[in-house]
């Protein structure tokens, strides 16, 4: 038997399901309320000054692999100084490397030329005991962090060569040189390269 107290709470719990499905109902069909747009960082729009870090000089330690792409481990070490001068209001510098060890003498030098309308840099790399530039790797700076590409021959086999700036600080920076013979699949180191800032008094 129904009693008085039954239909009151019967009717109470309606009461209370269909507020519930109304305000359910109100929350589907009312207009979405504006998306705050977070904002961005600008994008890397002119890179000139890239290099600006690297002007002065510097004392370097490098080591490079002997043969790369054989199979080989060997490595030759090298120290010696490292001189970077600003061309065209920084839009150009010019390195100038000269160091010794066991396996030698070496005399490097890099033009690195900025294009502003790609805003990419160029490095174009010769040795003394060539006396031209080879082909130049290609690239930008993102997140503090070079990175320059190029394709070229090396012993019959065209491979890609991968250059890297990283861990630049006030005082030093690394460089490191890297070759592909299956299309960049896998990388095999063959330049290490630290400069420590020479302070000057």
Known sequence: MTTYKSISLLGAWCAVSLSLFA???????????????????????????????????????????????????????Y??????????DGRANLVELEADGPNGHLELL???????????????VASSKGGSLGSPTIGEFKNGRGEFIDQ????????LVRFVISDITADSC???????????????????????????S
């Open 23 to 77: 305000s359910h109902l109100f929350a589907q069909t009312r207009p979405a309320q504006p998306t705050q747009i977070q904002a961005t960082a600008p994008e890397h729009s002119d890179g000139q000054h890239d290099f600006d870090f690297h002007l002065g000089s510097w004392k370097t330690q490098l080591k490079r692999l002997t043969h790369p792409l054989s199979g080989s481990h060997t490595w030759a070490a």
């Open 79 to 88: 120290e010696g100084t490292t001189v970077v001068r600003k061309i065209w």
């Open 152 to 159: 070229e021959t090396f012993n019959d086999r065209t491979i």
């Open 174 to 200: 690394h460089f490191e040189q890297a070759f592909s013979d299956d299309g960049g699949k896998t990388w095999e180191v063959n330049w290490v390269a630290t400069d420590t800032r020479v302070k000057t």
């Open 110 to 124: 890099s033009l690195r030329l900025y294009n502003p309308q790609a805003h990419q840099w160029s490095l174009n």
